[in-house]
C-alpha cells in the first residue's frame, strides 16, 4: 500500500472529492461563488491589517532610533 499525500498532507484523492461533495450538497452550486467571494474579501482585509500593523511597528521603530540618537 502506498500512501500518496496530495496538496493537504495526508488527505487522498478520495478524501478531497468527499469534502467538495460534502459541501456541494451542503451549500449547493449557486451558493459556493458568493462564499469563495466573501472567503477572498476577508483574506484581502486580514493581509492589508496586517500590512498596517507592519507599517505602525516601522514608524515606532523609526521614532525609538531617533529618540535615541537625540539623548546620545
Known amino acids: 500500500m502506498t500512501v500518496n499525500p496530495l496538496l493537504f498532507g495526508s488527505l487522498g484523492v478520495w478524501e478531497i472529492i468527499l469534502?467538495?461533495?460534502?459541501?456541494?450538497?451542503f451549500f449547493g452550486g449557486k451558493k459556493i461563488p458568493e462564499l469563495m467571494h466573501g472567503l477572498g474579501k476577508g483574506v484581502k482585509s486580514f493581509k492589508q491589517g496586517l500590512n498596517e500593523v507592519e507599517e505602525e511597528i516601522k514608524e515606532i521603530k523609526k521614532d525609538v532610533e531617533s529618540e535615541a540618537e537625540k539623548t546620545e
Open 19 to 25: 469534502i467538495v461533495l460534502v459541501v456541494l450538497l
